[in-house]
């Protein structure tokens, strides 16, 4: 007689059907870790604030107000950026995919774009309500998320995540002082709650660190920066489209688009050449390469700004000298480079020629705001002799004892 067949077996754990799960923390070496679906479908509603950042700056700096064009912008892409952090760091630790995980991390998305709406009014009125607001959303909305976390965990994690929610909170009656606070004084206000912001993470972190992951966390931070480069490459096509289409205008906007087009090609080859997430080994080490990012991502976002201002001035529509609107490309690049050689090419080069050619590409860029109409086009090229530089120095370099090439990492 001949026995039934045992049923298969779940390919899961049961758990995983449920629609409500608890919030655990999930391992820190998992293999095969890679970003979701859903953070990337963040990322990209995220990178609308970005955008309306951007654009509000580069009307800011065509009407000739630059300096509180920057303030603003400062201001209303910490907000973008703190927020986004913030989820990036706490889905790597505790990301669980259920429906009720789901549904704040679309609340978030929800206040991301309340603040992308407000983002003109920042500039342009300086009332920061919508900003408020939208920021408010976002991290009350993260505040669940680490009560949740509190509520499925033990000390010492339990009180991490508590730290966490409570500090958020407390944050974020500070940031109330922006609706209220002089004109004058909101830039003061936000340099204390920005830092106060950031001592959250070192305070709740202090006696047990949240189980980050660090493939996870690096490819996350790579994927936005493509996403704010993409935004970047779009939000200079525009410009130059319309500057065809408006004013025939196609000799004067020629070097700023092949100019503009290496700097950001070169920009992604540098941020992509070395494996960073062999740095992110420590606490320090990876707040100080996590809030570094912070220069990395607003450089990125502004030189996009910058093109547009450049193709604005070059058809006259915007009131500044051609020697501003060089500025306004050449100095983010320069920013972005340094910021990018600090945070983890300097770690991966060998000897003093290597570890030059970032920095002395930067300031080589600088120079070139001095060149008038060439000025985008030969920052371009510098950039594109860097990376060439680049390559070629890692080629040359031999292995001890060997007749191959040592990898690029």
Known sequence: ??????????????????????????????????????????????VVAVAQAGAQLVHAVAEGHAGEGIVNYAMVFFAVWWAWMNFT???????NDDVLYRVVTLVQIAGALVLAAGVSQAFEDQDFLAVWLGYAIMRVAMSVQWLRAARSSRPPERIMALRYAGGVLICQVGW????????SGRPWLFLVMALLEMCVPAYAERKHMSAW??????????????????????AATVAVKSGIDENHALARLLPIAAGGLLIVFAAWWIYFVTPVHGRLRSR???FLWGYGHYL?????????????VAVEQAVGKAHISTLAASAAVTLPTALYLLTVWALHSRHF??????????PSAALLVICCTFLGDWAVLVAGIVLGLAVATGVTLTARRVLPGRGTAAPAA
């Open 1 to 46: 007689m001949m026995s039934s067949p045992t049923p298969a077996a779940p390919s899961g754990p049961p758990d995983r059907n449920r629609p409500l799960r608890r919030l655990t923390a999930r391992g820190r070496h998992e293999a095969h870790r890679a970003a979701s679906s859903l953070e990337l479908f963040f990322d990209l509603c995220f």
């Open 89 to 95: 760091w706490f889905a790597s630790a505790y990301d």
């Open 176 to 183: 109330l002082g922006l609706l209220f606070a002089p004109v």
């Open 213 to 234: 992951h660090p493939h996870h966390i690096a490819e996350r931070y790579g994927l936005f920066t493509i996403i704010v480069l993409g935004e970047t490459v779009a």
């Open 284 to 286: 320090r080490q990876a």
């Open 296 to 308: 990395v991502f607003a450089a990125a976002a502004a030189i996009g700004a910058g093109l547009e």
């Open 349 to 358: 080069k060998v000897g003093i020629t290597e570890q030059l050619v970032l």
